[in-house]
């Protein structure tokens, strides 16, 4: 089996779980067999002095087809 690993930036104007699910649900209208996600960095956006977007940088696995 080849993986392949793509890495992708969620958003989410509510939390950081949120960002993680956007991330992997868009990755999934287009990809097939996804394996697994790792997070690797989370970021926000301020405005006002109160967070208006959360941001999780992703790692997401899938299986390549032949």
Known sequence: ?????????G??????TDAVD???MEAS???DDILGVEVTNFTAN????HIAE???D???AFKVNH
Do not use: F, P, Q
């Not at 301020?46 to 002095?49: M, Q, S």
């Open 11 to 16: 958003t989410s104007s509510h939390n950081w």
């Open 29 to 31: 209208r287009s990809i």
């Open 22 to 24: 956007n991330a992997v």
């Open 46 to 49: 301020i405005d006002n002095g």
């Open 58 to 60: 992703v790692k997401v």
């Open 1 to 9: 089996m080849v993986v392949k690993v793509i890495e992708l930036v």
């Open 54 to 56: 959360y941001k999780a």
